[in-house]
């Protein structure tokens, strides 16, 4: 089982719509949660940031993390084709042998067409 | 410049040759990471500086790969007698330390062997 699993999609939404990605991981040494935005042959973004479990909000984006089901989510709200692009989750535990290895999902390719 | 940078930007090379890529981080950040993007597959990890010590250089595929890096300046990532499997996007990230907040990646280095 790999570390983190993230469906690759793709997903194809109208714009405007609520787009809903997310990611389970097995590691729960994990406490900080990133998700990338990467547009093609570029690298990738940082999007959002969440230390342990939660939830933030930034702008359009709203990221979730619920630790004891080992899930978050990344919600896009009035999605826009400028959003589209592969959405990678990633992971990090705050200590330990690992301490400075992200751990990767392969990402979910997204079009918003308008 | 404000971000990560990379250079060359594209490189390609024949089989058995040696080549060299380059990072250089955002001014002040401590931790300088090396992942590997293949196509269609996720982000593999390489290799994590905090200053110019490598704590876990665990990812690296083979002894043909080598990295260092000067003080909490620019990185090299080095790869001797390149094979075919070796064409991938070489992508290097910089933060203020190894947490996850603020991981900021360059544009890669896309490298062919042929």
């Known amino acids: 089982q790999k570390e983190v699993e993230q469906d690759p999609g793709p997903l194809s939404v109208p714009e405007g719509a609520i787009v809903s990605l997310n990611c389970t991981y097995s590691?729960?040494?994990?406490?900080?949660f990133m998700w990338y935005r990467q547009y093609s042959r570029k690298g990738p973004e940082l999007l959002m940031y969440?230390?342990?479990?939660g939830n933030k909000e930034d702008g359009r984006f709203t990221a979730q993390v619920d630790k004891s089901s080992k899930y978050i989510s990344l919600f896009i709200r009035d999605s826009q084709p400028s959003d589209s692009a592969t959405y990678l989750c990633?992971?990090?535990?705050?200590?330990?042998?690992?301490?400075?290895?992200?751990?990767f999902g392969r990402g979910t390719q997204l079009t918003v067409w308008p | 410049g404000a971000g990560v940078s990379q250079s060359p930007s594209n490189k390609v090379t024949e089989k058995g040759k040696d080549v060299e890529l380059r990072c250089d981080p955002i001014?002040?950040?401590?931790?300088l990471y090396w992942y590997r993007q293949s196509l269609g597959q996720g982000l593999e990890f390489l290799i994590y500086?905090?200053?110019?010590?490598?704590?876990?250089k665990s990812g690296l595929p083979s002894d043909r790969f080598s990295a260092e890096r000067t003080g909490e300046s620019v990185s090299t990532l080095t790869i001797q007698r390149t094979q075919q499997e070796d064409s991938a996007v070489y992508l290097c990230?910089?933060?203020?330390?190894?947490?996850?907040?603020?991981?900021?990646f360059g544009e890669g280095s896309w490298l062919t062997v042929v």
């Open positions: 990633a992971m990090m535990a705050d200590r330990g042998s690992t301490l400075g290895r992200l751990y």
């Open positions: 590691n729960s040494a994990f406490q900080y």
């Open positions: 001014s002040g950040h401590t931790a």
């Open positions: 969440t230390y342990s479990s």
């Open positions: 500086f905090q200053g110019n010590s490598a704590p876990d």
């Open positions: 990230a910089s933060s203020f330390g190894p947490n996850g907040n603020t991981i900021y």
